[in-house]
Nanobody
Framework: QVQLVESGGGLVQAGDSLNLSCTVS????????VGWFRQTPGKEREFAAA????????RYADSLKGRFTISRDNTKNTVYLQMSNLQPEDTADYYC????????????????????WGQGTRVTVSS
């Protein structure tokens, strides 16, 4: 069974940075494309960033380009989301998701494209 565990959320002030981690465990023989999504109460989960299984390709929501950076260390089975210049509107629960992928340039931006999800980590940005 594949499990994803997010960590690194917390309470920060506007302008601060935060680094989220997503550790994937349970299947070492499969390569995974990973995405980060975020959700606020009453709203649908929205795409934030995605990365191909080998890290060659990344994709960001247009509104987050330049502030968020996704990366991965496959030796640690971990994907990171570095967030800078955080603003109150970035307050949300952040989820990582994974799906098997064998194409080095494939990434996915839709929630229905992912098979596995973490429980989420909360990020709160105060003004």
């Amino acid at each position: 069974q594949v499990q994803l565990v997010e960590s690194g959320g917390g309470l920060v002030q506007a302008g601060d940075s935060l680094n989220l981690s997503c550790t994937v465990s349970g299947s070492t023989s499969t390569t995974y494309a990973v995405g980060w999504f975020r959700q606020t109460p009453g709203k649908e989960r929205e795409f934030a960033a995605a990365i191909s299984w080998n890290g060659d390709v990344t994709r960001y929501a247009d509104s987050l380009k330049g502030r968020f950076t996704i990366s991965r260390d496959n030796t640690k089975n971990t994907v990171y989301l570095q967030m800078s210049n955080l603003q109150p509107e970035d307050t949300a629960d952040y989820y990582c998701a994974a799906r098997p992928s064998y194409y080095s340039r494939s990434y996915y931006t839709l929630t229905q494209e992912y098979r596995y999800w973490g429980q989420g980590t909360r990020v709160t940005v105060s003004s």
